[in-house]
């Protein structure tokens, strides 16, 4: 399946393009509920997220 290439900000390239040394994820998401493995991962995913330049969404969870 041929997927068109996409910058890192998720624009479209000029057909036959590609974005070098941009091949991590383009966005993280990391669950975060407040626990000490939590922070961790939320921790270690903003290091990754700033090293790639990715976008990092932080979701919030909770037990009633």
Do not use: C
């Not at 997927?3 to 393009?17: C, N």
């Not at 998401?29 to 991962?41: E, K, T």
Request: glycine share 18%; net charge positive; aromatic share 6%.
């Amino acid at each position: 399946m041929h997927r068109p290439a996409v910058g890192a900000r998720g624009g479209r390239l000029p057909a036959g393009q590609f974005e070098i040394g941009k091949d991590g994820a383009g966005l993280l998401v990391v669950g975060f509920d407040g626990s000490g493995p939590s922070r961790n991962a939320l921790a270690y995913a903003a290091g990754l997220a700033r090293r790639d330049d990715a976008t990092l969404l932080n979701r919030r969870s909770w037990s009633r």
